[in-house]
Each structure stands twice: as structure tokens, then as C-alpha cells.
């Protein structure tokens, strides 16, 4: 997958209201993905979906115990994001241009 489609995926999970409502209940630490259904009032479905866009963005980090998921925000994934963020919004300067 190119450099651009990397970004876009990322860039995706954040352009959601209730994946942004899911990062913000994260904050708090690790939650059980039957926690978030009783917080968010949507199916197991429609969490599913929103957990795996934010999983495969690196954002969210999942882990299986028993029946359920738990989810947690990836320290590692924000650093990514933080470093990306800063690279596609690096203004370069134009060597062209010489003003003197």
C-alpha cells in the first residue's frame, strides 16, 4: 500500500463523529467493547465497524479476553499521527525564490 493510501486510512478514522466520540471514551484507559455499546447506544454491528477502521488506522489497539474485545489507544499509533501530521504540514521552503 503506497505512502498515500497509509495517510488516507488514518486521516478516515478521525473523520467520524462517533469514532471521535469512541477515541474520547478511550481516554480514559482500556474499555470493553460491551462498555462502549452501553455508553454509545449503537449495535455490536455498527461498533464493529467503527473498531476495525480505528484498528486498522493504528490508532486503537484491540486485544481478545474471553467473549470480548477491550480497547485501548495505541501510544504508538498517536505518535505516528503526531510525526505525520507535522510531515504533510511542513512547508518547504521555495529554493527558486531568492529574494536578495
Given at each position: ?38 455508553e454509545l447506544d449503537i449495535t455490536q454491528s455498527t461498533l464493529s465497524h467503527h473498531m ?36 504533510i504540514t511542513r512547508v518547504i521552503p521555495d529554493k527558486t525564490n531568492n529574494s536578495s
Open positions: 500500500m503506497d505512502r498515500q493510501k497509509k495517510t488516507a486510512k488514518i486521516f478516515k478514522a478521525f473523520c467520524d463523529g462517533q469514532r471521535l466520540a469512541i477515541l474520547e471514551l478511550l481516554q480514559d484507559g482500556e474499555k470493553c467493547a460491551c462498555e462502549l455499546l452501553e476495525k477502521i480505528l484498528c486498522d488506522s493504528g490508532i486503537v489497539a484491540g486485544r481478545k479476553d474471553g467473549k470480548w474485545m477491550h480497547y485501548s489507544i495505541s501510544e504508538s499509533g498517536t505518535e505516528h499521527v503526531k510525526i505525520l501530521i507535522n510531515e
